[in-house]
């Protein structure tokens, strides 16, 4: 994976694949002008490691000039052609064949018409490394093609995103953002934490705590913590609206994430739905909700030892963590219900070694 500006791309094509199509090319050129001394015109800025190769391959006799065309700003094309190095003037009663990057949609390759029309050339031909049949509109024929590709941004070896990537010896294409959206829940000392860390890094995700984000607000004195403040110190809680606001305000200030692993919220059938209608409002779900599941004796005996090592009092009073227990299973079962009726509710063995748990988890992820 590479990185180029602010975009991801995945290996797509190995420099074997590329060499060994414009070997085909030139064979096939070859066959058909080494009886004469042909001009091969190469369009730049992105057939220049495409013609350096070709003429490499290619052992007879030639000429080689370029022209160049411009009509793609970042990954999209503006739709008008712009020449901005014209076709050469000696080139009345040759041969030419026109070396091309790269034709998708056809607007480059009609501006290509259109100037050698005006020439007097005894006869041009289009020859194209790169060629997305499905999107091409058919107008014009092309006599060479390298390798028929998918409708896919693609960088490297002389294309280009925002003028990086030209240099690249291989061929990548975009990677397309799929977002893996968790809720994550567990009883107290089921390891949430833990695991939250192992699935952040492995999947490139935001682990976004409740807890955490109450915190950060409320000691920066945020607009939204100096909000909450007002309703914890009355002892009411915190309205919903206040809470999806300051998980929006996480999502939006970590648009890079490749997904989101939310904990601690939501606690009640109600939080779940507005978590709902915020992320469909970004046009994005919730993948799944992961629930770490353990035996209630084992998770004891593992708060009080964590107790006596953290000094919390409600890691030290097995009453209290039953009542805590007692508490999550009443405020879990109607979301277990929720997530379940959209198939998305997937109970997760919680027992074990951890990198054991990490793998039980990454299972369910990977399906998704």
Same mark, same amino acid.
């Given at each position: 994976?590479?990185?180029l500006?602010d975009?991801?791309? !995945?290996?797509?094509?190995s420099?074997?694949?590329?060499l060994?199509?414009v !070997?085909?090319?030139?064979?096939k050129?070859?066959?058909?002008?080494?009886?004469?001394?042909?001009?091969?015109?190469?369009?730049?800025?992105?057939s220049?490691?495409?013609?350096?190769?070709?003429?490499? +391959?290619?052992?007879?006799?030639?000429e080689v000039?370029?022209?160049?065309l411009?009509?793609?700003?970042g990954l999209?094309? @503006?739709?008008?052609?712009?020449?901005?190095?014209d076709v050469?003037?000696?080139?009345?009663?040759?041969?030419v064949?026109?070396?091309?990057?790269?034709?998708?949609?056809g607007?480059?390759?009609?501006?290509?018409? &259109?100037?050698?029309?005006k @020439?007097?050339? !005894?006869?041009?031909?289009?020859?194209?490394?790169?060629y997305k049949?499905?999107?091409?509109?058919?107008?014009?024929?092309?006599?060479? =093609?390298?390798i028929?590709?998918?409708?896919k941004?693609?960088v490297g070896?002389?294309?280009?995103?925002d003028e990086l990537?030209?240099?690249?010896?291989?061929?990548?294409q975009l990677?397309?953002k &799929?977002?893996?959206?968790?809720?994550?829940?567990?009883?107290?000392g089921?390891?949430?934490?833990?695991?939250?860390e192992f699935?952040?890094?492995?999947?490139?995700?935001? &682990?976004?705590?409740?807890?955490? =984000?109450?915190?950060?607000n409320?000691?920066n004195?945020? +607009?939204?913590?100096?909000?909450?403040?007002?309703y914890?110190?009355?002892g009411?809680?915190?309205?919903?609206?206040v809470?999806?606001?300051?998980?929006?305000?996480?999502?939006?200030k970590?648009?890079?994430?490749?997904?989101?692993?939310?904990?601690?919220?939501?606690? @009640?059938?109600?939080?779940?739905?507005?978590?709902? +209608?915020?992320?469909?409002?970004?046009?994005?779900?919730?993948d799944?909700?992961?629930?770490?599941?353990?035996?209630?004796e084992?998770?004891?005996q593992?708060?009080?030892?964590?107790?006596?090592?953290?000094?919390r009092?409600?890691?030290?009073?097995?009453?209290?963590?039953?009542?805590?227990?007692? +508490?999550?299973?009443?405020?879990?079962a109607?979301?277990?219900?929720?997530?379940?009726?959209?198939?998305?509710y &997937?109970?997760?063995?919680g027992?074990?070694?951890?990198?054991?748990?990490?793998?039980?988890?990454? !299972?369910?992820?990977?399906?998704?």
């Open positions: 994976m590479i990185k500006h975009k991801y791309f !995945k290996p797509f094509l420099e074997e694949q590329i060994e199509a !070997k085909s090319i030139a064979q050129v070859a066959d058909d002008y080494k009886d004469e001394i042909p001009v091969f015109v190469g369009v730049l800025n992105g220049f490691m495409f013609v350096a190769d070709f003429l490499k +391959e290619y052992k007879y006799n030639c000039s370029f022209i160049k411009s009509s793609y700003q999209t094309s @503006t739709g008008i052609v712009e020449t901005l190095l050469p003037d000696n080139l009345e009663g040759k041969s064949i026109i070396l091309e990057d790269i034709i998708d949609s607007r480059t390759l009609k501006e290509l018409v &259109h100037l050698f029309n @020439t007097n050339v !005894k006869e041009y031909k289009i020859a194209s490394l790169f049949s499905e999107v091409y509109n058919g107008e014009y024929a092309i006599d060479y =093609v390298g028929d590709i998918p409708d941004f693609i070896y002389g294309l280009d995103y990537g030209r240099n690249l010896r291989e061929v990548y990677k397309q &799929h977002m893996i959206n968790l809720v994550l829940f567990g009883k107290p089921a390891g949430k934490g833990t695991q939250a699935l952040k890094e492995q999947y490139n995700l935001k &682990h976004i705590s409740t807890g955490d =984000v109450f915190r950060y409320i000691k004195s945020t +607009e939204l913590g100096t909000l909450a403040k007002s914890m110190d009355k009411d809680l915190v309205p919903d609206e809470t999806i606001k300051m998980l929006q305000d996480e999502v939006e970590h648009s890079d994430a490749s997904g989101f692993i939310f904990d601690g919220f939501p606690r @009640t059938v109600a939080q779940a739905q507005a978590l709902d +209608e915020f992320l469909e409002s970004k046009d994005m779900k919730i799944a909700t992961l629930a770490l599941d353990a035996d209630d084992i998770l004891i593992r708060l009080l030892e964590r107790g006596k090592v953290s000094g009092t409600d890691d030290q009073d097995e009453s209290k963590i039953r009542n805590r227990f007692e +508490e999550y299973n009443q405020k879990t109607p979301l277990q219900a929720f997530y379940e009726k959209q198939g998305k &997937h109970s997760v063995n027992i074990g070694a951890i990198e054991d748990i990490t793998r039980r988890l990454g !299972k369910v992820i990977e399906e998704l």
